[in-house]
């Protein structure tokens, strides 16, 4: 297991942007694959976007496809968000995961993750 922390979290107007970072211990971030959810209030967690181990694939849900990037960097044990175009329906604490490996057809599954962070909140306003 990795241990994480995410970070980037705000209050936000509509239609703006925001970026969060997730900072992984341990020196085999760069074999995980790495994912960011969220948990709307009242709501159960969902699967937002995940990156492959290398970077070379990514997954979105599609509430947030071409409007969010997942990237990361494994020189720096750190992989992102990029949340654009922000709606109030995108309030949530956003929680980044990772797993040693995962089925595509898995891959949006929160039970495939065996490593989460704390949470960072993201609210935006309408």
């Known amino acids: 297991q990795v241990q994480l922390v995410e970070s980037g979290g705000g209050l936000v107007q509509a239609g703006g942007s925001l970026r969060l970072s997730c900072a992984a211990s341990?020196?085999?971030?760069?074999?995980?694959?790495m994912g960011w959810f969220r948990q709307r209030p009242g709501k159960e967690r969902e699967f937002v976007a995940a990156?492959?181990?290398?970077?070379?694939?990514?997954y979105y849900a599609d509430s947030v496809k071409a409007r969010f990037a997942i990237s990361r960097d494994n020189n720096k044990n750190t992989v992102y968000l990029r949340m654009n175009s922000l709606k109030p329906e995108d309030t949530a604490v956003y929680y980044c995961a990772a797993v040693s490996s995962a089925y595509d057809s898995r891959i949006s599954y929160p039970t495939e993750y065996d490593s989460w962070g704390q949470g960072t909140q993201v609210t935006v306003s309408s």
């Open positions: 341990g020196r085999t971030f760069s074999t995980y694959v």
């Open positions: 990156i492959s181990w290398s970077g070379g694939r990514t």
